[in-house]
């Protein structure tokens, strides 16, 4: 049970938060032992019966009381929540309360399934539910329980979109409750966040969190609450400038996306480093980058994005720039340069890693698909992909302040979260984040049907197969989504629909501002929408009555993204909450990177079979499974090498007495 009355006040000078401790080796064996029990399916299910029966009879004795009645009631659950900790009587009462009021003002009263979710958010737990089965509105259960008590809440989420959307869809019920309600959008000012964060509940996605906390560490010359309140008395000026009260509640909205895809790299402010000296030093490693030749002085990678030199390469390198100034003495500093170059040259691609809008490179997240605002490379290499797209030159950046999202999440008091694919990384959120994943039974049964997959040899087939199954699919009056890895691939799936005379929608990171237009059409009969896997996220696809009818949405992807989670989350577009629907991909070999032990075996036996036997078929699928999951081993291991950097960089700062 989580104890609230011991809870430290949120204040600026206190700034409460839990510290990040390294186990050694027996504490971490302790902790995995743990895991076991605490990851097992049926942990709790005795406990959960038990408070769904509460609130079931709670729930009976107030469907008849005044609005007022219950709100009173509320705000002293709320104090007695502070007082006593989430006990399992208090919350029952309090979620029936919430409940109904969220029955009468929103329209919409909880399941069970829905009441369980917020259930084991409470417990400090991630909560898996399948995609459809509303996890904006099981959130409002613990958010209001905890903000009730006087936690100041902060609600995570993956992108700007769902952010305002989901706190616009529960304002109304978080103002009935008197809890006062922030949204922070990466558009918004300093002093608009401040005034934000001072709210009972705050969303806001992650990065934009991680940010705020890097700028107020920032500005805090002293840490210890003690002598931060000392300073206080002889200058509040740092104390105004401050934008969080400390790391209280944190509810987590795709928490696999967010504690495990986002947290391979870590998050840093930077500030420029511009001067004429430094921007002609990057122009001209441009430009020495053309003098070498690829094979004789350099080896690019695809597969791995490398770019490695020969010892023939640094010698030339050597011999071009020895009468370039001192800048091109230090043999490291000048092959890091062109090697960025070379980087931008032939790794980093238009549509697909970057794009430009407004004469400005943006990145684009490979997990998500969407534009990630002002971020952009280090160490010179966003400067090179402005050469390479004749954009203005920015300035160079130098690293401020960073953090993993591992050790940031870890320093909340309580955290918990919800999501649709989290069963997979279960071992990992435990090791990491002592995050116990619990499995929530749906509310109804699904009706999602598998249509079977098929791998083609060449992209145009696989094309040429997506547009023959939407023409079939408009025919019988469905709405077909279309998943794609890039902006480019969703640019070439639109070129071959236009060639099939097939009306359609494209939703990538070109398209962000229309999203929500876009999302709210592709439910209609006959309508075909193309989109990157900014449609796996928390997007709900309204169908009409007539699709329902005609079978549902059917999706189609045709790429495997970076990680299965990934894959899944696309197929729960459709049939959700017992809507019909159906998912199939269709899949190519042309350009697919041959990198693992099980991938080069089977390529062979690929060929040898032929794609269009049966058995070919299934060699194939595995082929490409393999690949995906030697990606999801890549992304794992960069995962574990940021929490690493991050160790022995506070080991660094403690040995020199400045840890953070």
Known sequence: MIRTANHAPADYRHRPERPVVHLDWLERLQ????????????????????????????????EGRAESELLQRARQLGDLIRQEGFDDRLLAEQFAIIREMSGRILGMRHFDSQLTGGWIMVQGRIAEMKTGEGKTLTAVLPVISAALAGLPVHVITVNDYLTERDAEEMEPLYRYFGLSLGVILHEVDLPGRRVAYQSDIVYITGKELVFDYLRDQMKLVHKQPIRMQMASLHSTHVESQLQLRGLHFALVDEADSVLIDESRTPLIISGTQGNEEEQSFIETGWELSFQLQEETDFLVNKDRREVDFTEAGREN??????????LWKGSIRREEIIQKALLARFIYQLDI??????????????LSGRVMEGRSWEKGLHQMVELKEECELTEQRITLARISYQNFFRRYLHISGMTGTAWEVRDELWRVYQLAVTPVKPNKKELRIQVASR???????????????????VKEGRAILIGTASVAESEVASEYLKQSKLAHKVLSAKEDKEEADIVIEAGQPGRITVATNMAGRGTD???????????????????HYESSRVDRQLAGRCARQGDPGSFEMLL???????????????????????????????????????????????NYLARQSTLEYDHKQKELLAFAGTVD
């Not at 895991?35 to 009879?57: D, H, I």
């Open 31 to 62: 902790r995995n032992v743990m895991g076991r029990f605490e990851l097992n399916p049926w942990r709790m299910k005795l406990r959960q019966k038990r408070f769904l029966a509460t609130v079931k009879s709670q729930s009976e004795g107030i």
């Open 455 to 473: 791998v083609f040899n060449k992209n145009d087939a696989r094309w040429e197969a997506v547009a023959e199954r939407c023409r079939e699919l």
């Open 541 to 559: 696809i309204k169908l009409s009555p007539s699709v329902k009818e005609s079978g549902g949405l059917h999706v189609i992807l045709t790429e």
């Open 588 to 634: 190519s070999l042309e350009d697919q990177p041959i990198r693992s032990l099980r991938g080069k075996s089977l390529l062979p036996t690929c060929r040898s079979l032929g794609i269009s036997s049966a058995a070919g078929q299934k060699a194939a699928l595995s082929l490409l499974r393999a690949e995906q999951q030697f990606v999801e081993r890549q």
């Open 317 to 326: 390198i050597q011999t071009l720039s020895r009468e370039l100034g001192p």
């Open 353 to 366: 890693d970057y794009l430009v809008r407004e004469d400005a490179v943006e990145l684009i997240d490979p």
